[in-house]
């Protein structure tokens, strides 16, 4: 039964109590099934189609002595996106369905011409009816799957979360599933923290930190890295105002149009971010630097957070927010983003310094903005050999990955993002560290 219809529609109060409550209905669930392929309510799970063309030919395979060693299964296959653990369709373009994907043990979902399972375990379908042994290679968040299930069906993983490579392994599932669902649709953006509440809390055991508007306390400097792209033929931009508060502008769910990565995130040790062609991956290690494993990771040069502070309508941590606040103390620049471009430029010498990743589109006005760069990390190429030899200052500074901020005036000292920035700059500490409020 869909679970929605327990909840009384149009009812706050109902709303705000029930919502909370999906992390059990699919973590206690038998199966969960979906109707994957139907664009509506009223489409329900079946559709016509010819059953000869699905049903999977079994082929004999002979090794080269001409003596049977195994079977093949062949037919015309439905295909399977690559990250994707099975075939796609209305419902994975939803915000609401992503934490039912993940939470649930079983799911059986209703295709576009074929039925699909997927557990913590295997993947199986139609066309492909055996046990597929190698499930992380199916989808990025078969990971997260498995992390959660293991955690509540077996008490002795749960000692594991204070282990430093599945606590880094945790952070960057999320941050991967961060940018599956930021892509989804949603009807109502006041909604968006909402709907993912039941992962995030079932992640808050797992890590046993502080969730905060989408980010995770401990982990907070690589949490904010992410970067706003363009969705499914929209541009990101953040809610308009009457529409009602999301989260704070450090938090990737303040875009609710378009999508974020948060490779960056995942790239970051040790105030060093790394770039390139390589795929960075929970498994993947720093060479040479086996200080890099700590966590949280920390840098002489890394924003000192003193506080986080993040107000919820309604009891719940993981639901909707009201409010959100990070004092921190970091080395700051003014720099110039120029009208209609993406180039940033000294401000007293006017010659480039950079180049801007704007959060949202509309951003990139026709006058002169002038930004705020908060230095976040270094960046350099992983198998740059010139940075193994320089000196431990060119090692914290040079070229690197900034907030890019814009004062609310409000009051003093208070900032809001606007996007990331990449300056070559080498003299961030010529000056003190500032003490900043992020909105």
């Not at 009812?11 to 209905?25: A, N, Y």
């Not at 500074?397 to 208070?414: A, D």
């Amino acid at each position: 039964m869909d679970y929605a219809l327990c909840i009384i529609q149009d009812d706050p109060e109902d709303w705000q109590r029930e919502s909370i409550k999906m992390r059990d209905v699919y973590k206690n669930a038998l199966v969960t099934i979906c109707a994957q392929d139907s664009p509506n309510p009223f489409g329900g799970c079946f559709s016509r189609r010819d059953p000869l063309i699905r049903r999977p030919i079994v082929l004999p395979l002979y090794n080269e002595e001409g003596l049977l060693d195994g079977e093949l299964f062949w037919s015309r296959d439905v295909g399977v996106p690559s990250g994707s653990p099975g075939p796609l369709g209305p419902l994975d373009y939803r915000a609401w369905t992503l934490q039912e994907q993940v939470l649930s043990g079983r799911v059986l979902a209703y295709c576009e011409g074929t039925v699909f399972w997927f557990c913590s375990t295997t993947a199986l379908w139609e066309a492909k009816p055996i046990w597929e042994k190698d499930i992380q290679r199916l989808s990025d968040y078969a990971k997260l799957k498995r992390l959660v299930i293991n955690y509540d069906a077996w008490p002795v993983s749960r000692m594991l979360r204070s282990a430093k490579k599945t606590r880094r392994a945790a952070y960057d599932a999320w941050y991967d599933l961060v940018g599956k669902y930021s892509g989804r649709n949603i009807t109502k953006p006041k909604d968006r923290m909402v709907a993912i509440s039941a992962v995030a809390e079932a992640m808050s055991l797992i890590l046993d930190d502080q969730y905060v508007a989408g980010l995770w306390k401990r982990d907070i400097i690589r949490g904010l890295l992410w970067m706003s792209v363009r969705g499914r033929n929209v541009r990101p931009r953040r809610a308009k105002r009457g529409q009602g508060y999301v989260a704070p502008s450090w938090s990737w769910a303040s875009i609710n149009h378009g999508a974020v990565l948060a490779l960056f995130s995942m790239k970051l040790n040790c105030g060093i971010l790394t770039y390139g062609s390589q795929i960075i991956t929970p498994e993947f290690r720093f060479r040479r630097y086996e200080y890099m494993e700590e966590l949280p990771v920390k840098a002489p040069s890394d924003p000192e957070i003193l506080t986080v502070q993040c107000s919820n309508i309604g009891t719940s941590p993981f639901g909707q927010v009201k409010s959100g606040t990070i004092r921190l103390k970091g080395y700051t620049r003014e720099v110039v983003l120029r009208p209609r471009g993406k180039n940033l430029y000294d401000r007293a010498l006017h010659t480039k310094i950079g180049k801007a990743h704007i959060d949202e589109f509309r951003l990139l006005s026709s006058r002169k903005l002038v930004v705020t760069c908060l230095f976040m990390a270094r960046y350099v190429k992983e198998d740059e050999e010139a940075f193994l030899s320089s000196s431990k200052d060119i090692q914290q500074f040079g070229k690197c990955i900034c907030l890019g901020l814009v004062p609310t005036r409000l009051r003093k000292n208070e900032y809001r993002r606007i996007g990331l920035a990449e300056i070559d700059y080498w003299k961030w500490d010529m000056e003190e560290k500032r003490e900043i409020f992020l909105v």
